[in-house]
T-cell receptor
Framework: DSGVTQTPKHLITATGQRVTLRCSPR?????VYWYQQSLDQGLQFLIQ???????AKGNILERFSAQQFPDLHSELNLSSLELGDSALYFC????????????????FGPGTRLTVL | AQKITQTQPGMFVQEKEAVTLDCTYD???????LFWYKQPSSGEMIFLIY??????QNATEGRYSLNFQKARKSANLVISASQLGDSAMYFC???????????????FGTGTSLTVIP
């Protein structure tokens, strides 16, 4: 158990809908990362938050947005869903330093498997 | 160009034997970190081992060791005494120095599927 929690574990929805994925980082971790894992694109970085502020954006679509709340949990919002958004969405967290040493390991949650029908 | 390349889509190893999973990386940074993760069929990503670019010795964690060859930009994972529970996908990842554009993101390879044969 990495200490990172994600809910829900599975999500099935229809095209055009909107969903929210939730992540709670490990105790003490201030950085949260979102990744998308799909069969054709592999593991892709979406976005990073540090202590409530956006730190970096990767290949995140405009239909997707995220935020990190004062209690450090984070939510990833996916809207106008398309079939191609079906994937495993991971949240990861890392140690307190936002620009931290390269040794800061990212610990992954169990993922949310999203299926868009 | 790909930051992380894993050229072995699938590997087989006999139980109790050792296996090497290949990983090459591409970066112009002098400081970087290299990581290996295991993803069993259940889906979670499990951290295995870390190697820093300035570490002079190869990292080891139990049955896992990292064969780090800096000049060749390779960071191969060696699993000794393979067990049936080692059957999983294995991902190599790299973290570069923080920049405002890239943050602290990890760059992942496409993974290697390892099957341990009894």
């Amino acid at each position: 158990d990495s200490g990172v929690t994600q809910t829900p574990k599975h999500l099935i929805t229809a095209t055009g809908q909107r969903v929210t994925l939730r992540c709670s980082p490990r105790s003490g971790d201030l950085s949260v990362y979102w990744y998308q894992q799909s069969l054709d694109q592999g593991l892709q970085f979406l976005i990073q938050y540090y202590n409530g502020e956006e730190r970096a954006k990767g290949n995140i679509l405009e239909r997707f947005s995220a935020q990190q709340f004062p209690d450090l949990h984070s939510e990833l919002n996916l809207s106008s869903l398309e079939l191609g958004d079906s994937a495993l969405y991971f949240c990861a967290s890392s140690a307190p330093s936002g620009t931290g040493p390269l040794t800061d390991t990212q610990y992954f949650g169990p993922g949310t498997r999203l299926t868009v029908l | 160009a790909q930051k992380i390349t894993q050229t072995q889509p699938g590997m087989f190893v006999q139980e109790k034997e050792a296996v090497t999973l290949d990983c090459t990386y591409d970066t112009s940074d002098q400081s970087y970190g290299l990581f290996w993760y295991k993803q069993p069929s259940s889906g979670e990503m499990i951290f295995l081992i870390y190697q820093g670019s300035y570490d002079e010795q190869n990292a080891t964690e139990g049955r896992y060791s990292l064969n780090f060859q800096k000049a060749r930009k390779s960071a191969n994972l060696v699993i000794s005494a393979s067990q049936l529970g080692d059957s999983a996908m294995y991902f190599c990842a790299m973290r570069e120095v923080y920049t405002p554009n890239t943050g602290n993101q990890f760059y992942f390879g496409t993974g290697t599927s390892l099957t341990v044969i009894p």
